[in-house]
């Protein structure tokens, strides 16, 4: 059974970093793209950042570009997302998807992910 778990979600000021994780069960990672989408209040769904582990091939939406950064971790079936210099408007919930496309392919479309993590709100406020 595929699972997808987002985590590290929270408040933060403006100005300050968070690190999602998405840990992966189920599916080879290798295999596959993950995607980084997020919702919001008056936010349509916008893929943020999308990366293939058997290239490396990225995608970053120009939002997340020099802000946000996405790796794997170590030995470890997870996906982060450093993000830096958060912004209110950066606030919405932050989902892991995973497509059996590229990167190259999907471009992080919005038809992206045949699997979805249940997502992990991110508040930026002072």
């Known amino acids: 059974q595929v699972q997808l778990v987002e985590s590290g979600g929270g408040l933060v000021q403006p100005g300050g970093s968070l690190r999602l994780s998405c840990a992966a069960s189920?599916?080879?990672?290798?295999?596959?793209?993950i995607g980084w989408f997020r919702e919001g209040p008056g936010m349509d769904r916008e893929g943020v950042v999308c990366f293939t582990l058997s290239d490396g091939d990225t995608y970053y939406a120009d939002s997340a570009k020099g802000r946000f950064t996405v790796f794997r971790d170590n030995g470890r079936n997870t996906i982060s997302l450093q993000m830096d210099g958060l912004k209110p408007e950066d606030t919405a919930t932050y989902y892991c998807?995973?497509?059996?496309?590229?990167?190259?392919?999907?471009?992080?479309?919005?038809?992206?992910?045949?699997?979805w993590g249940p997502g992990t709100q991110v508040t930026v406020s002072s």
């Open positions: 189920g599916l080879p990672l290798d295999d596959y793209t």
């Open positions: 998807a995973a497509d059996g496309r590229s990167t190259a392919e999907s471009q992080c479309d919005l038809v992206f992910g045949d699997y």
